[in-house]
């Protein structure tokens, strides 16, 4: 019964100083969105404008999509819908194609992670570059990235050191982040010269001016937009935001909750394309509008990508991004996942998290993460034959309280067996890392007959 | 403090199922803090468990099956009191969608996490307790975030002075010294149905809890959750480190002796 991403935890990140890094390294930026969060007066009452814009977006999805549209064409941008991730796929391919395109420079974007825009295009003879610094580091170690805004934090300066003497110009043993990032400037510059075409998400699409906002902290993005002729924008259709007031406050709320800045260094503002180059926006579904027709969970839709759950998350810190097994990872991702994913296992990723509800309190658009989490185990997620009879069977003993009594006796009695090990003994994999409890000696009940006998009070 | 005559809230104990079963103590000392302070105790043996392994595991009709038949046992009850935030924030949080917003808001109004009815019901933060050892407390996640007991560190702009419910209670035992842990809010990583299902993940996150404890100098960590500190005992036995786990309850109930 033990879930694969336990499973897989134990493998991708093995206990010792890697699991003790990764935890600190992802709970420092956690202790950063405090500190930012704390030196901002506003901030939760930029949580609760941010909430409510987003919920009024959702409600009125299909007005500020066309009305995106109109503006962003108006602008001279070329817009793009694709119902799914092939659908994606294939038009972005094209538009590469019929140009000619084969060197291709792309900044980070969790969307096109969600729908193998990389893979589809390598295999078809396109190179594509991902230029954010993290990002390219996981490119060139052959992963997906673990973390929705810093792709590499599993790895550490070693491994970087290590990957960038085999794949880049660097002497064996460098461990120096300073000369490593040097190192993977040069080699990205020659492909910001050489691209034939940008690749950006969006963080944010302004629906009143056709604007599309993409922010980074590396200015990859403004570089890629700025070179080839060139510039696909690909986007999931709830990064809308009516207008440019809204932004401001997403602004304000996204730097903070993801890394603890006031605002990220680079923040670019898009209204169609530059002169003499060509724009397109690829809007994109891929299971979005069935998460939008469903009453509870379209808050979802809502999440602006920064990552502070992922952060503050006791299950992802010790389980590392990968072990998730799908695209988005931590509480967001095991949100998402029911409606976006594909897998059995992706569904039933609402199970992997303890409840302890700091997701919620932390996520910059106040999505109700571990009750969505609870609505979803109660809905979709897969339960086998075995856990359905299991289920029924605790409930019928615990609805009455006779039986109830009865099963309690029994597992005192059973209580010195169940801490050996024996083939099929259904605590074992609980007392891999624990010991049985002390035996607890007579129930609450049966002292509460006996005190009450003896006269006490 | 002065003993108080008894007579005053009539309280029913609603004891969680793994109470009754695993920390019987727990159970019982509840029952002794509030008789101290002048409540009449009584405890109906008809009721069971409050559902919430069903609610968390997806398995809904069994839920729906047992929040009714906990809100029948408890109908009349002038004051509901049990010593685990977690099982009360199933009542107060979750019963909605089993049971209706109505009765589940009528329910709740009426039910009480041990630390919040003495502090906020009795008024008192002085149960006249004396526990001369140094303690750290294992905040509950449900106690903090979904009860509202304390403040937790992810909520900003509040004031940071104002303490919560159980730190008020531990600050009013005789003798009591309470220790600054590490992370002081974050998950010990037992979650129910969680610590079966990811036996190792839940481990881990338990082991670093248990390693901030240990570092903390304190001799005993309590909480009001006797989940969380069962779990986290039976790590701690595993390991062979780190602070012994006591029901605030238990604490609550100890006096200076003679």
Same mark, same amino acid.
């Given at each position: 019964?033990?879930?694969?991403?336990?499973?897989?935890?134990?493998?991708?990140?093995?206990?010792?100083?890697?699991?003790?890094?990764?935890?600190?390294?992802?709970?420092?930026?956690?202790?950063?969105?405090?500190?930012?969060?704390?030196?901002?007066?506003?901030?939760?009452?930029?949580?609760?404008?941010?909430?409510?814009?987003?919920?009024?977006?959702?409600?009125?999805?299909?007005?500020?999509?066309?009305?995106?549209?109109?503006?962003?064409?108006?602008?001279?941008?070329?817009?793009?819908?694709?119902?799914?991730?092939?659908?994606?796929?294939?038009?972005?391919?094209?538009?590469?194609?019929?140009?000619?395109?084969?060197?291709?420079?792309?900044?980070?974007?969790?969307?096109?992670?969600?729908?193998?825009?990389?893979?589809?295009?390598?295999?078809?003879?396109?190179?594509?570059?991902?230029?954010?610094?993290?990002?390219?580091?996981?490119?060139?170690?052959?992963?997906?990235?673990?973390?929705?805004?810093?792709?590499?934090?599993?790895?550490?300066?070693?491994?970087?050191?290590?990957?960038?003497?085999?794949?880049?110009?660097?002497?064996?043993?460098?461990?120096?982040?300073?000369?490593?990032?040097?190192?993977?400037?040069?080699?990205?510059?020659?492909?910001?010269?050489?691209?034939?075409?940008?690749?950006?998400?969006?963080?944010?699409?302004?629906?009143?001016?056709?604007?599309?906002?993409?922010?980074?902290?590396?200015?990859?993005?403004?570089?890629?937009?700025?070179?080839?002729?060139?510039?696909?924008?690909?986007?999931?259709?709830?990064?809308?935001?009516?207008?440019?007031?809204?932004?401001?406050?997403?602004?304000?709320?996204?730097?903070?909750?993801?890394?603890?800045?006031?605002?990220?260094?680079?923040?670019?503002?898009?209204?169609?394309?530059?002169?003499?180059?060509?724009?397109?926006?690829?809007?994109?579904?891929?299971?979005?509008?069935?998460?939008?027709?469903?009453?509870?969970?379209?808050?979802?839709?809502?999440?602006?990508?920064?990552?502070?759950?992922?952060?503050?998350?006791?299950?992802?810190?010790?389980?590392?991004?990968?072990?998730?097994?799908?695209?988005?990872?931590?509480?967001?991702?095991?949100?998402?996942?029911?409606?976006?994913?594909?897998?059995?296992?992706?569904?039933?990723?609402?199970?992997?998290?303890?409840?302890?509800?700091?997701?919620?309190?932390?996520?910059?658009?106040?999505?109700?993460?571990?009750?969505?989490?609870?609505?979803?185990?109660?809905?979709?997620?897969?339960?086998?034959?075995?856990?359905?009879?299991?289920?029924?069977?605790?409930?019928?003993?615990?609805?009455?309280?006779?039986?109830?009594?009865?099963?309690?006796?029994?597992?005192?009695?059973?209580?010195?067996?169940?801490?050996?090990?024996?083939?099929?003994?259904?605590?074992?994999?609980?007392?891999?890392?624990?010991?049985?409890?002390?035996?607890?000696?007579?129930?609450?009940?049966?002292?509460?007959?006996?005190?009450?006998?003896?006269?006490?009070? | 403090?002065?003993?108080?005559?008894?007579?005053?809230?009539?309280?029913?104990?609603?004891?969680?199922?793994?109470?009754?079963?695993?920390?019987?103590?727990?159970?019982?000392?509840?029952?002794?803090?509030?008789?101290?302070?002048?409540?009449?105790?009584?405890?109906? =043996?008809?009721?069971?468990?409050?559902?919430? =392994?069903?609610?968390?595991?997806?398995?809904?009709?069994?839920?729906?099956?047992?929040?009714?038949?906990?809100?029948?046992?408890?109908?009349?009850?002038?004051?509901?009191?049990?010593?685990?935030?977690?099982?009360?924030?199933?009542?107060?949080?979750?019963?909605?969608?089993?049971?209706?917003?109505?009765?589940?808001?009528?329910?709740?109004?009426?039910?009480?996490?041990?630390?919040?009815?003495?502090?906020?019901?009795?008024?008192?933060?002085?149960?006249?307790?004396?526990? =001369?050892?140094?303690?750290?407390?294992?905040?509950?996640?449900?106690?903090?975030?979904?009860?509202?007991?304390?403040?937790?560190?992810?909520?900003?702009?509040?004031?940071?002075?104002?303490?919560?419910?159980?730190?008020?209670?531990?600050?009013?035992?005789?003798?009591?010294?309470?220790?600054?842990?590490?992370?002081?809010?974050?998950?010990?990583?037992?979650?129910?149905?969680?610590?079966?299902?990811? =036996?190792?993940?839940?481990?881990?996150?338990?082991?670093?809890?248990?390693?901030?404890?240990?570092?903390?100098?304190?001799?005993?960590?309590?909480?009001?959750?006797?989940?969380?500190?069962?779990?986290?005992?039976?790590?701690?036995?595993?390991?062979?480190?780190?602070?012994?786990?006591?029901?605030?309850?238990?604490?609550?109930?100890?006096?200076?002796?003679?």
């Amino acid at each position: 019964m033990t879930a694969a991403l336990d499973r897989a935890a134990t493998e991708l990140l093995p206990a010792g100083p890697r699991l003790v890094a990764h935890d600190a390294a992802v709970f420092a930026l956690r202790e950063k969105r405090d500190a930012a969060g704390s030196a901002e007066p506003d901030f939760e009452r930029l949580r609760e404008y941010a909430r409510a814009a987003k919920a009024h977006t959702l409600d009125h999805l299909d007005l500020y999509l066309e009305r995106f549209e109109a503006r962003a064409t108006a602008a001279g941008a070329i817009v793009h819908w694709a119902e799914d991730a092939p659908a994606l796929n294939r038009i972005v391919h094209a538009l590469l194609a019929e140009r000619g395109a084969r060197q291709v420079v792309k900044s980070k974007s969790m969307l096109t992670e969600e729908c193998g825009l990389n893979p589809y295009l390598e295999s078809r003879g396109i190179e594509v570059v991902d230029t954010d610094l993290g990002e390219r580091i996981v490119q060139l170690g052959h992963e997906p990235p673990s973390h929705i805004i810093m792709p590499a934090i599993h790895r550490t300066r070693e491994d970087i050191g290590a990957l960038f003497a085999r794949e880049l110009d660097v002497p064996a043993g460098e461990t120096d982040p300073a000369r490593l990032t040097e190192a993977a400037r040069r080699h990205l510059r020659g492909h910001f010269l050489g691209a034939d075409a940008a690749i950006t998400g969006a963080n944010f699409a302004v629906a009143e001016t056709g604007t599309l906002v993409v922010v980074t902290n590396e200015g990859n993005a403004d570089l890629g937009m700025s070179l080839p002729k060139l510039h696909i924008a690909c986007l999931g259709l709830e990064k809308l935001v009516p207008g440019l007031a809204d932004l401001a406050v997403f602004l304000r709320l996204l730097a903070r909750s993801a890394t603890g800045q006031p605002i990220s260094v680079y923040t670019s503002l898009v209204t169609g394309p530059r002169p003499d180059s060509e724009l397109h926006i690829v809007l994109v579904d891929n299971g979005r509008t069935r998460l939008l027709a469903d009453e509870h969970h379209k808050r979802a839709l809502g999440c602006i990508r920064c990552g502070a759950c992922l952060n503050t998350c006791p299950v992802y810190r010790r389980a590392g991004g990968h072990a998730y097994g799908f695209a988005i990872p931590g509480p967001i991702g095991a949100v998402l996942a029911p409606a976006l994913g594909r897998t059995a296992e992706q569904r039933r990723l609402p199970l992997a998290s303890t409840l302890c509800g700091s997701c919620t309190a932390v996520c910059p658009v106040k999505i109700d993460l571990h009750e969505q989490l609870i609505a979803w185990r109660a809905t979709d997620v897969p339960r086998g034959a075995r856990e359905r009879w299991l289920a029924r069977l605790a409930a019928r003993v615990l609805a009455s309280p006779a039986l109830y009594q009865l099963a309690g006796r029994a597992a005192r009695v059973v209580w010195p067996v169940l801490s050996r090990r024996w083939p099929g003994n259904p605590a074992a994999a609980w007392l891999a890392a624990r010991a049985l409890p002390e035996h607890p000696g007579a129930s609450f009940r049966a002292r509460w007959r006996a005190r009450r006998r003896e006269g006490v009070q | 403090m002065p003993e108080r005559e008894a007579g005053g809230v009539k309280v029913a104990l609603f004891i969680p199922c793994y109470v009754d079963q695993l920390a019987p103590e727990v159970g019982l000392a509840t029952a002794t803090v509030l008789e101290r302070l002048g409540c009449t105790v009584s405890f109906d =043996p008809r009721q069971t468990c409050c559902g919430q =392994p069903f609610i968390s595991t997806g398995a809904r009709a069994e839920a729906v099956r047992l929040a009714r038949a906990h809100a029948a046992n408890f109908a009349h009850a002038e004051a509901v009191v049990c010593p685990s935030a977690s099982c009360v924030a199933t009542v107060r949080r979750r019963y909605a969608e089993l049971l209706g917003a109505e009765p589940a808001a009528e329910l709740a109004a009426r039910t009480f996490e041990l630390a919040e009815f003495i502090v906020s019901r009795l008024g008192t933060c002085d149960v006249g307790a004396h526990f =001369p050892h140094r303690v750290a407390l294992l905040e509950s996640c449900h106690g903090l975030r979904e009860l509202g007991l304390g403040q937790p560190t992810e909520q900003l702009g509040g004031d940071p002075s104002l303490l919560g419910v159980t730190e008020r209670l531990l600050r009013g035992v005789a003798g009591l010294e309470l220790r600054p842990i590490a992370r002081r809010d974050e998950c010990c990583g037992f979650g129910g149905a969680f610590s079966v299902g990811f =036996p190792e993940l839940s481990a881990r996150i338990g082991r670093d809890r248990l390693r901030a404890l240990a570092e903390s100098g304190a001799e005993y960590a309590t909480g009001t959750d006797a989940s969380c500190l069962v779990h986290l005992d039976a790590l701690r036995r595993r390991e062979g480190f780190g602070p012994r786990a006591i029901h605030l309850a238990e604490i609550l109930a100890r006096r200076a002796p003679g």
